[in-house]
């Protein structure tokens, strides 16, 4: 039973424009998510965070928004370049914030074309 | 500063062969952990460790081993390979337990059990 779910398997988006990641999830506890970004043949690397107390958290191009009442959350890079071309992952977790009771969704692939 | 560094990155096992992948991080991170990914679903928790010798389950424990003899190393043994357990491993450490330090990770090992 997945708890975070991001129904994109892939994204294409030409480069210079935004590319929206989503993740939905179901456990109405979950208050603090993260997104992390993955290169082939690397492990993931965080990327951005936001608390529920917060509806937008900005770190330069990448923007993540939260909607706690339609329990969704999307990642906004603009303008998207072709080093962005990565798999990106949602992930959530619920008080006490352990490390242990994160749960990931199965991740979006990004390409980004010149 | 090699971060956290996994071999092998490759392994082909028999079905009942036993192996051991190889964790370590050079930051002095209390807290590792183990995960798989399979494709269509996140990344699931296998094993975590809060501090040398403390190791717990996570989701997906069943099948693995682990031990945590030092802050350096997290060896993850599989005891009797199979089938199911084909995936990519990967390994991360953090600080702390708590979701608010950034895990890091491992470039991950694929592993093929035939």
């Known amino acids: 039973d997945q708890q975070v779910k991001q129904n994109s398997p892939s994204l294409s988006v030409q480069e210079g424009r935004i590319s929206i990641l989503n993740c939905d999830y179901t456990?109405?506890?979950?208050?603090?998510f993260l997104w992390y970004k993955k290169y082939p043949a690397e492990g993931p690397t965080f990327l951005i965070s936001i608390s529920s107390i917060k509806d937008k958290n900005e770190d330069g191009r990448f923007t993540v928004f939260l909607n706690k009442s339609a329990k969704h959350l999307s990642l906004h890079i603009v303008p998207s370049q072709p080093g962005d071309s990565a798999v990106y992952f949602c992930a959530a977790i619920e008080p006490p914030y352990n490390n242990n009771d994160m749960r990931f969704g199965a991740g979006t692939r990004l390409t980004v074309k010149p | 500063n090699a971060g956290v560094t996994q071999t092998p990155k490759f392994q082909v096992l028999k079905t009942g062969q036993s192996m051991t992948l190889q964790c370590a991080q050079d930051m002095n991170h209390e807290y590792m952990s183990w995960y798989r990914q399979d494709p269509g679903m996140g990344l699931r928790l296998i094993h975590y460790?809060?501090?040398?010798?403390?190791?717990d389950q996570g989701e997906v424990p069943n099948g693995y081993n682990v031990s945590r003899s030092t802050t350096e190393d997290f060896p993850l043994r599989l005891l009797s390979a199979a089938p199911s357990q084909t995936s990519v491993y990967f390994c991360a450490s953090s600080p702390s337990a708590g979701a608010r330090d950034t895990q890091y990770f491992g470039p991950g090992t694929r592993l093929t059990v035939l």
């Open positions: 460790s809060v501090g040398a010798g403390i190791t």
């Open positions: 456990n109405s506890m979950f208050d603090y």
